[in-house]
Antibody, heavy 120, light 113 residues
């Protein structure tokens, strides 16, 4: 059974880079038809998709964040990572990793989420 | 960007009573393949989201049959036939039709009167 777990610093300074990793167990990030995604939820607010990494290694990004985001995979560690550049306090949020398949036939599981605070 | 709206944003419900949440999209969610990729998620307080319904009306595995989805085009509805205590939390609609863009509605908070 697939299990996803986020890890990374809980505090990032303004203008710096937020870096998170999602470790995947119970399956491979090279599994045919799977997308490996990052989502976030600012405190008290709703969900936002940041971007996803397709099993082929192709990334897809939310247009409004595209200029500041890189999502990449490490098949040797079965992990995928998020880098968000030039952060501001608006990037303070709980960050989730999750997986879904082509045409969203499956959309689980989600990681437990990790709070990242942007503050000096 | 496809904008998703929901109403109401807050929904107090008595146990055992029905509940209905509306979701609207700024563009049609009918895909070129004929499917409509409109999903519903539930997020309990302090937990990660869990999907309940995909493609408008297909329940995910393990989802109780008191949850049902309907709609077409730009207007969609999630219904809970008889609300139970475990149903509290926030419900989000999400569109995937306009991939590679995924957008969520603002959420509807359901609590018990």
């Amino acid at each position: 059974q697939l299990h996803l777990q986020e890890s990374g610093p809980g505090l990032v300074r303004p203008s710096e880079t937020l870096s998170l990793t999602c470790s995947v167990s119970g399956g491979s990030i090279r599994s045919n038809g799977y997308h490996w995604g990052w989502f976030r939820q600012p405190p008290g607010e709703g969900l936002q998709w940041i971007g996803s990494l397709y099993y082929t290694g192709t990334p897809y990004y939310m247009p409004s964040l595209k200029s500041r985001v890189t999502i990449s995979g490490d098949t040797s560690k079965n992990q995928f990572s998020l880098r968000l550049y030039s952060v501001t306090d608006a990037d303070t949020a709980v960050y989730y990793c999750a997986t879904f398949t082509d045409h969203f036939l499956r959309f689980d599981p989600w990681g437990q989420g990790t709070l990242v605070t942007v503050s000096s | 960007e496809v904008v998703m709206t929901q109403s109401p944003l807050s929904l107090p419900v008595s146990l055992g009573q029905p509940a209905s949440i509306s979701c609207r999209s700024s563009q049609s969610l009918v895909s070129s393949d004929g499917n409509t990729y409109l999903d519903w998620f539930h997020q309990r307080p302090g937990q990660s989201p869990r999907r309940l319904i995909h493609k408008v009306s297909d329940r995910d595995s393990g989802v109780p049959d008191r949850f049902s989805g309907s709609g077409s085009g730009t207007d969609f509805t999630l219904e809970i036939s008889r609300v139970e205590a475990e149903d509290v939390g926030v419900y989000y609609c999400m569109q995937g039709t306009h991939w590679p863009e995924i957008t969520f509605g603002p959420g509807t908070k359901v609590d018990i009167k």
